[in-house]
């Protein structure tokens, strides 16, 4: 990849003026706040639709699920495919505990988080060796053996068949009998993601990261410790998205292989929705979960029976036609217009 | 012994498999520096046309590699020349856009046939050899004879041909290759349809064995990866060892473990190379970032 194109792909590319201004913590908080605001709206407003919630709610899981992904895979730059695997971690260790412990599934969120980044950080030390398509190979075959193993060892997850988790509505058992209680945890764990993603991206671990995205060998010849540095970066990704895997557990309130682990549904789907909203910025996978989870609901309804896979035969197109046209998504794509819009107004 | 023999056998055969679906997606990534994650949906594709011409035409599916090989050759190198080559200096975008094209292909055959497996018959196919205690099926002995004279005869291409050395110099240093007035776009489009032909060629060859399902895809892309990861990335006979390797493991594994857990195995080996030798078995040190270097 050649330089310039790689600065590109951050979004904060170097101008002839100089640095594009970049923001502050405060403001991107802010933001995140002003975000908020419009979620509440759009759940006083939705409130009684128990169809739109589901949309919602979905919308704002995946978001969190990509905007987690992001942070080791767009400002890190680690195209990782075996994200389903610590969403399943994340899944499983709370059905089980629930299910076996009757432990309040608020409370497996904890070991949830250890779980999913304790996998990572082990399979991510020898992976890490690799770059570029290389990782993302072995991210999945990685995927793929998580699979295997999870119909194998039927004792943890029930195997092929699944678990079921038994409905036992209450607050402490995160069952609710409307879609509500559920669209409102989703935005909480959107807003999780959001936060961290952006103290991530404003820390000393972001720049780090960005600075191996952009050149491994120049971030490690002024000393940042690379395998540390994407090790950090992947346990803090790994861990929100196994959070993702155990509120997605309790919302379904099943767990099986395929749900969890199959590579277009789940893993492939991070990675998508950043692409389409934008790479490595920190609203683009918000942008692009609003855009793809929305149209798939629709596809699904329009397309399901008619012709099977009719909708991951589309994202399959779209991925296409971003990869090829627009490589910097919804985000990049936008702030370039208003990049040329205000240097027109400078002058 | 009668046992190990026959594990033997079975390894050997289902290597010449790995081998051939293997050497198309190293081909590819040897000359273009391109990983193709959609290989294996180009081996499907492959399965579905001498199904098709079985089907409609009621040509044995050996007969179809006339049809299916040149169709593939086509579809590779549009693809090349429409989707990879407008992506060539980002390794990031190529992986999603080969994996667009994975999941397209998958998914449209899906829709197509309605999640239906189907099945080829051959006459030929079905032909049981015995030798001693071990019994060959002449289908998977097509095969393995298939890749030996695939990798012979790619070998001697590449060595004695014009265009073969005309892949090669483009291999080694496109820049000079282009000072030297080679087409280097013409090249990379040949190489990827050769690519695909593979896999088409792949998939005929297969489609009596296997019941074709759209997503056997990606049973074969996994294997090609694990073996590609293993001989070597880029080296043809590191592909066709690396396939026979993969092969007996599978084999032995799959006798004394538990067949199903040959993924995790196949990993465990794939991380173990990783961690020893990067570049694989018989790649040259450093392939593996070979893909990230900047090159026109």
Redesign the interface.
């Known amino acids: 990849?050649?330089k310039i194109?790689a600065t590109e792909?951050g979004g904060r590319r170097t101008t002839g003026k100089g640095d594009r201004h970049i923001t502050s913590l405060a403001t991107e908080l802010l933001r995140i706040a002003g975000l908020a605001g419009l979620f509440a709206i759009a759940l006083v407003v939705l409130r009684d639709d128990p169809f739109l919630l589901n949309i919602l709610a979905y919308t704002c899981l995946f978001g969190g699920l990509a905007t987690s992904w992001n942070i080791i895979g767009g400002f890190g730059?680690q195209?990782s495919?075996g994200h389903g695997v610590f969403f399943a971690a994340g899944a499983y260790t709370t059905a089980n505990l629930y299910f076996h412990f009757g432990i309040s599934p608020w409370l497996t969120l904890i070991p949830a988080v250890v779980v999913a980044s304790a996998v990572a950080l082990a399979v991510s030390w020898?992976?890490f060796?690799?770059?570029?398509?290389?990782f993302?190979?072995?991210t999945?075959?990685?995927n793929?053996?998580a699979?295997?193993?999870a119909?194998?060892f039927d004792g943890l997850t029930g195997g092929p068949r699944g678990m079921m988790l038994p409905f036992r509505a209450g607050f402490e058992n995160m069952v609710f009998t409307s879609k509500l209680p559920y669209a409102i945890i989703m935005i909480g764990f959107l807003l999780v993601t959001l936060v961290t993603a952006a103290i991530v991206l404003r820390s000393r671990l972001g720049y780090y990261l960005q600075a191996v995205r952009l050149d491994e060998d120049a971030a490690r010849s002024v000393g940042i410790g690379v395998l540390r540095v994407k090790l950090m970066g992947m346990a803090v990704s790994a861990g929100l998205t196994g959070v993702g895997g155990s509120l997605f557990a309790m919302y379904i309130r099943y767990v099986d292989p395929p749900t969890l682990l199959s590579?277009?549904d789940v893993g492939?789907r991070f990675?998508?929705i950043s692409?389409i909203g934008g790479?490595g910025t920190l609203y683009g996978p918000l942008a692009g979960a609003l855009l793809i989870v929305p149209l798939e609901f629709q596809l699904r309804a329009t397309l399901g029976s008619a012709?099977?896979?009719?909708n991951?035969?589309v994202?399959?197109?779209?991925?296409?036609?971003?990869?090829?046209f627009m490589?910097k998504g919804l985000v990049g794509t936008v702030s370039d217009i208003w990049d040329r819009y205000g240097r027109r107004r400078d002058e | 012994m009668a046992a190990f023999l026959n594990i033997v056998t079975v390894g050997l055969l289902l290597g010449g498999i790995y081998g051939l679906v293997s050497m198309g997606l190293n081909v590819i990534f040897g000359v273009i520096r391109i990983?193709n994650?959609a290989q294996g949906e180009l081996v499907m594709l492959g399965m579905y046309g001498a199904y098709m011409s079985w089907a409609l035409l009621g040509m044995d599916p050996y007969l179809s590699v006339l049809i299916v090989v040149p169709g593939l050759f086509v579809l590779g190198m549009i693809l090349q020349r429409f989707?990879l080559q407008?992506?060539q200096?980002?390794?990031?975008?190529?992986?999603?856009?080969t994996?667009?094209?994975?999941?397209?292909?998958?998914?449209?055959v899906?829709?197509i046939t309605?999640?239906t497996g189907y099945s080829v018959r051959s006459d030929i196919a079905s032909e049981v050899i015995r030798i001693g205690p071990v019994n060959l099926t002449l289908s998977r002995l097509i095969v393995l004879a298939t890749v030996i004279v695939v990798a012979l005869g790619m070998n001697w291409f590449v060595k004695y041909t014009m265009p073969g050395k005309a892949v090669r110099a483009v291999t080694q240093d496109r820049r000079a290759a282009r000072l030297m007035g080679i087409n280097v776009e013409w090249v990379f489009m040949l190489t990827f349809g050769a690519g695909a032909a593979l896999a088409g060629m792949a998939g005929v060859l297969l489609s009596p064995i296997y019941t074709l399902s759209?997503q056997i895809g990606?049973n074969f892309i996994?294997a090609a990866?694990?073996v590609v990861?293993l001989g070597g990335?880029g080296s043809v006979w590191g592909a066709f060892i690396g396939g026979f390797v993969i092969g007996l493991v599978e084999a032995f594994s799959g006798y004394y473990f538990?067949p199903?857990?040959?993924?995790?195995i196949?990993?465990l080996i794939?991380?173990a190379v990783?961690?020893v030798r990067?570049g694989g078995l018989f790649g040259i040190a450093g392939a593996?970032?070979m893909?990230?270097r900047?090159q026109d």
Request: negative net charge.
């Open positions: 990849m050649s194109e792909l730059g195209f495919l020898p992976t060796r690799l770059k570029g398509p290389f993302a190979i072995a999945l075959a990685l793929e053996v699979f295997v193993l119909n194998y590579i277009q492939v990675l998508l692409l790479v012709l099977p896979g009719g991951l035969m994202l399959g197109a779209l991925l296409v036609i971003f990869a090829l490589r | 990983v994650f989707v407008p992506l200096n980002e390794p990031f975008m190529q992986i999603f856009a994996f667009g094209l994975l999941m397209f292909f998958q998914n449209l899906l829709g309605g999640g759209p990606s996994l990866f694990a990861v990335l538990d199903a857990l040959k993924h995790a196949w990993f794939f991380i990783l961690l990067p593996e970032e893909g990230l900047e």
